[in-house]
Every structure is written in C-alpha cells, then in structure tokens.
C-alpha cells in the first residue's frame, strides 16, 4: 500500500468513500428530505459536496443549492466535482453568515455528531430556516452495526490503542432517543428519527483499509506514525473484514435519519 500525505485524504475520502457509500447514504438522506423545486437548500458539513450534487440531480430547479464545511481542503474538491449551480463557504455550523429564514430546508449528513456545540449548531440551522422550514440530519448508528469499521476500530486497538478514540467519533451520536431529543429541544416540531441500512462497498479488503486509513481525518494522525506499523494495521483490517485480499467486500452500515419542522416565527 503507497501512503499519501495527510494533506490528500480529501481526494482518497472522494475517489474510494463516496462512491463505496457516501452516495448512497446521500440518496437515503434526500428521499426523506422530500425537495420541493424553487426551494433553498444549505447542506452543512458538507465535506465534497456529494449531498448537494445529488439534490440538484433530483431537482435540477432549486432556488439555490449552498454547502458549508470547516474545512478548506474539501471545499476545494467539492468545487472541482460541482457546477456552477452550487456554492461552497467555508464557516463554522455554530455562527453561519447566513441571514435569518434564508433556507427552506437543512441538511447535515454525518457532521452534527464531530460538533463540540450541537446545541449551538442546532439553533443555527433554525435561525436560516423559513417558517415550516425542514431540517434533515444523518447520524451513524452504533460501531457494531458496522462491521468493516468495527474492523478498523478493533485493528487500532491492538496495534495503536491511542487512536481507536479518535476512530469511534463519527459513532459518538448513535442513540436514536438522543438525537430527537436534541431536535425537540432546538424547538424543531414533528420529529420523525428513521433508521436506515446500505451496503458499504470497495472492490478489495486493502481498498477498504486504504479508504479508512487514508480517506478520513485519521490520516492525520496516522501521517506522524512509522510505515511499518501501518502496514500493521492494515494487514489487521484485511484479516478482521474476513475477505479475501483481492475480493470485492460488502458490508453493512447504518444511520438515523432526523426530520424535523421549523415552527413559525
């Protein structure tokens, strides 16, 4: 396996994590979302951009398609794979430079679990909805009930324990009962939590271990550790997915999905 840089696991995360799941998570997400053509939709935590160049392949006629991140590296590629109809701002999802009742819908596709404030965060994506506007909120559920990443957590452990917290936070909000209530308390009406499963799929086991390694935030802190002891990891990851190395894999994952109305004004 060649190692990239820290700096590259935007691309690695676009080239093997949104086609292998992250595209279909999205579809799921939009289904409940119910866009309406002329709508305004803002996707925060937007990452590449595969939400909102998903939603304008449904509805090619909405009002404005807008995405949010934190993080420059991924805006740049989200900007080189969209088209003009979609537009990238850099910001924090607790102080948007948005201004009130701007959107009609707001979607959060595996972000609000990483914020320090979700709270805060919440209350932003009321204040930029319109009366009656929507939100619509993606959380992973519990690791177990996804075995290729509950092999990457389990590699770590053995082979670098210090990580393996770092690699349970994308699961750090799994508890349906938890992410209504934050809902309901951000004042949002008609709470609906649905969980839903997919296939996550790569054409190999060390493709699956590359995504990981080197497709998410834990290639930063992966960057500073010797290539022998990635290797480690690696080969542990291929042997805990329990496919052959050069197999196709497939395996199972799931998320909640929150919707929720903001009442009027």
Same mark, same amino acid.
């Given at each position: 396996?060649?190692?990239?840089?820290?700096?590259?696991?935007?691309?690695?995360?676009?080239?093997?994590?949104?086609?292998?799941?992250?595209?279909?998570?999205?579809?799921?997400?939009?289904?409940?979302?119910?866009?309406?053509?002329?709508?305004?939709?803002?996707?925060?935590?937007?990452?590449?951009?595969?939400?909102?160049?998903?939603?304008?392949?449904?509805?090619?006629?909405?009002?404005?398609?807008?995405?949010?991140?934190?993080?420059?590296?991924?805006?740049?590629? $989200? %900007?080189? #794979? *969209?088209?003009?109809?979609?537009?990238?701002?850099?910001?924090?999802? +607790?102080?948007? /430079?948005? @201004?009130? =009742?701007?959107?009609?819908?707001?979607?959060?596709?595996?972000?609000?679990?990483?914020?320090?404030?979700?709270?805060?965060?919440?209350?932003?994506?009321?204040?930029?909805?319109?009366?009656?506007?929507?939100?619509?909120?993606?959380?992973?559920?519990?690791?177990?009930?996804?075995?290729?990443?509950?092999?990457?957590?389990?590699?770590?452990?053995?082979?670098?324990?210090?990580?393996?917290?770092?690699?349970?936070?994308?699961?750090?909000?799994?508890?349906?009962?938890?992410?209504?209530?934050?809902?309901?308390?951000?004042?949002?009406?008609?709470?609906?939590?649905?969980?839903?499963?997919?296939? $996550? %799929?790569? #054409? *190999?086991?060390?493709?699956?271990?590359?995504?990981?390694?080197?497709? +998410?935030?834990? /290639?930063? @802190?992966? =960057?500073?550790?010797?290539?022998?002891?990635?290797?480690?990891?690696?080969?542990?990851?291929?042997?805990?997915?329990?496919?052959?190395?050069?197999?196709?894999?497939?395996?199972?994952?799931?998320?909640?999905?929150?919707?929720?109305?903001?009442?009027?004004?």
């Amino acid at each position: 396996m060649q190692w990239g840089t820290a700096s590259s696991f935007m691309a690695v995360y676009e080239e093997l994590n949104v086609p292998a799941f992250f595209s279909t998570f999205a579809d799921l997400l939009l289904d409940r979302a119910q866009l309406v053509e002329g709508e305004r939709v803002l996707d925060v935590a937007t990452g590449t951009g595969i939400v909102l160049r998903r939603a304008r392949e449904r509805c090619p006629r909405l009002g404005a398609a807008v995405g949010l991140d934190l993080t420059p590296g991924m805006l740049e590629v $989200a %900007r080189e #794979r *969209s088209g003009a109809d979609i537009e990238y701002v850099e910001g924090d999802a +607790t102080s948007m /430079a948005f @201004p009130d =009742a701007s959107f009609d819908v707001v979607a959060c596709h595996q972000g609000l679990q990483f914020f320090p404030e979700r709270a805060g965060a919440l209350a932003e994506f009321s204040r930029v909805l319109s009366d009656r506007g929507r939100v619509v909120i993606a959380c992973w559920c519990e690791l177990t009930s996804c075995p290729g990443y509950q092999a990457i957590v389990d590699a770590l452990e053995v082979h670098l324990p210090e990580l393996a917290g770092t690699a349970t936070n994308p699961y750090s909000l799994w508890d349906e009962t938890e992410l209504r209530g934050l809902l309901e308390e951000a004042g949002f009406e008609q709470v609906e939590v649905e969980r839903v499963t997919a296939d $996550a %799929r790569y #054409r *190999s086991a060390e493709e699956l271990a590359r995504a990981y390694m080197q497709g +998410t935030p834990l /290639a930063i @802190p992966l =960057a500073a550790v010797d290539a022998e002891t990635k290797a480690r990891i690696a080969a542990a990851i291929v042997e805990r997915v329990g496919a052959t190395p050069d197999g196709p894999v497939s395996k199972t994952m799931s998320t909640n999905i929150a919707v929720g109305v903001r009442p009027e004004r």
